[in-house]
């Protein structure tokens, strides 16, 4: 559907995620406060003139309660609410359940699923805090959007809240990672929990129509619910389940191409890597995104097509993530020793086929990479979405260069004119960035276009006024169940 305005009405937007979008630091005895540029910042960019909009959020870290009060203060300034947890429920809630439970079991791991009783009762925990500060501040007519698979209870125990005070406010929750197939989702000891936590929402909404109709046969399957294709039948409500693919912001990408720092570091790059086609890859360092077999797809194309040697080059910038994480690490050090092998096997003095930054890069940097890149590698083994994609393609309207994209990313489903491939399948990997480095102009030109259309059209301010427009058209059913 084209994007029209959000309908005015009055009340605010209420903003949930994990983490508030923030960086504080502290000079001396006072605390300063960075909003950072994150995604969601910017989708929600797009809402600002319709919607005041509050974020509310675990800031980070745990603070004395004399600083609380400070902090608080300053961040409201912002926009932002901190949700203050201590640092060992915060450690078991982000690190210990979402990530060690939830996120392998979203992402087709479930052998690296460590399920304890004392992180699930503090992801509870975290979720109760989350909600008191949320029901402290939400007003008749306000909208709340919670955001992603760390606070999957939070609606449910808001109903309850405001149930009580039989306020009509409406609520959706948004989840950024993929919703496994049923079989997948079953496994989770708190299956029954985890979904009732989200049905008390008005709104739930997925990247793609695959994750809706996993919620929704996971729904009918675990709780026996009654179902349509775009609803679920929970307690006398009917819960809207919608898919909004999340985009990004295309024109940051195009001004900061047309910067001196940009441009001056493009032009590095090309000289440093003259007459050498460059193939780039950027992830976080997690398993879901595939990187060993990245490597792997990449040493059999040098194998198999030994024209390559010395004439194309990976740059893979691989960011540091959650090391706390057992499961991390050992990825880190399987990364590490697949770079040794394969540059020790194919390097000269002259040349490195590798070149493996474990860092985040600027974003001039990034851009310039991006820019220069004939051929960027998607290899997640499952990803919600993927923007790393989308940021590729805004990067390309002088060059088209060619997306090769994991068909188990969110965004397969979304960019035509990439090359789709099976990263477990090497040899079919290997032969795609063969036809993505040897492709000719008008092919190359062609794909561009279709793939340039879609990012430019489907932005992060267009997902965010998609969503809040649709959450804003749900019945309010709360209020109609709970006027009795
Ligand atoms: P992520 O798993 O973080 O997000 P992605 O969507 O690719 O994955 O976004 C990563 C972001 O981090 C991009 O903006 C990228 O530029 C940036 N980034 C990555 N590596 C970097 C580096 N080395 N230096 C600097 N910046 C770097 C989750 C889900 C995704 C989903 C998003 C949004 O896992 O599937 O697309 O949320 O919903």
């Known amino acids: 559907p084209p994007m029209t305005e959000v309908e005015k009405k009055p009340g605010k937007l209420i903003v949930i995620s994990n983490r508030l979008p923030i960086t504080l630091t502290k000079d001396c005895d006072s605390w300063s406060v960075k909003l950072s540029s994150g995604g969601l910042v910017t989708a929600l960019s797009g809402l600002k003139k319709e919607y005041p909009f509050t974020w509310v959020g675990w800031p980070g870290q745990d603070f004395s309660s004399t600083e609380k009060t400070k902090i608080s203060n300053l961040l409201m300034e912002n926009s932002c ?11 078991l809630h982000y690190n210990g359940f979402s990530n060690s439970v939830l996120w392998p079991l979203f992402h087709y791991h479930p052998a690296e699923m460590n399920f304890e009783d004392r992180a699930w009762e503090a992801y509870k925990a975290a979720n109760e805090a989350f909600a008191k500060v949320v029901l402290s501040i939400a007003e008749e007519g306000d909208l709340i959007w919670i955001h992603d698979y760390h606070l999957m209870l939070l609606a449910q125990i808001l109903q309850k809240g405001f149930k009580s005070k039989r306020k009509n406010i409406k609520i959706g929750w948004f989840l950024h990672t993929p919703f496994p197939s049923s079989e997948i989702f079953r496994i989770l000891p708190v299956r029954q929990e985890i979904l009732e936590g989200v049905l008390a929402a008005d709104l739930i909404g997925f990247h793609t129509l695959e994750y809706s109709r996993h919620f929704i046969s996971s729904c009918t399957r675990v709780l026996g619910l009654q179902s349509g ?95 706390d994480v057992e499961e991390y690490q050992e990825l880190m050090v399987n990364v590490n020793e697949l770079v040794g092998l394969i540059n020790g096997k194919y390097a000269t003095i002259e040349y490195t086929p590798i070149h493996f930054l474990y860092k ?49 990313t969110g965004a397969a489903s979304s960019l035509n004119g990439s090359l789709i491939v099976n990263p477990w399948d090497i040899d079919q990997v290997s032969e795609s960035l063969h036809n993505a480095l040897s492709m000719d102009t008008k092919s190359k030109a062609r794909n561009y276009r279709m793939l340039s259309k879609y990012v430019n059209k489907h932005t992060a301010a267009y997902w965010g006024v998609s969503y ?7 019945n309010g059913s709360m209020y109609s169940v709970y006027k009795t």
Request: aromatic share 10%; glycine share 6%; hydrophobic share 40%.
């Open 81 to 91: 609410v901190p949700v203050f947890l201590d640092d060992k429920i915060a450690d």
């Open 229 to 323: 294709s775009e609803s679920v039948e929970y307690e006398g409500r009917n819960v809207r389940i919608g898919t909004f693919p999340i985009g990004i912001d295309p024109t940051t990408f195009i001004e900061a191409q047309k910067t001196p720092a940009v441009s001056d570091r493009i032009k590095d790059f090309k000289s440093r890597f003259k007459n050498k086609k460059i193939i780039v890859g950027v992830d976080r360092l997690d398993y879901i995104k595939g990187v060993p077999q990245k490597f792997l797809a990449y040493e059999n194309l040098l194998k198999k097509h030994p024209e390559y040697i010395g004439n194309v080059v990976l740059v893979q910038v691989a960011v540091p993530s959650r090391g």
């Open 360 to 408: 985040s890069v600027d974003f001039t940097e990034l851009v310039s990479i991006y820019t220069t890149a004939d051929v960027c590698l998607i290899t997640s083994t499952r990803d919600g979405m993927n923007l790393v994609s989308y940021e590729y393609i805004a990067c390309q309207n002088e060059n088209n260069g060619v997306l090769v994209l994991s068909e188990f």
């Open 468 to 474: 809040v427009k649709a959450l804003n058209k749900t």
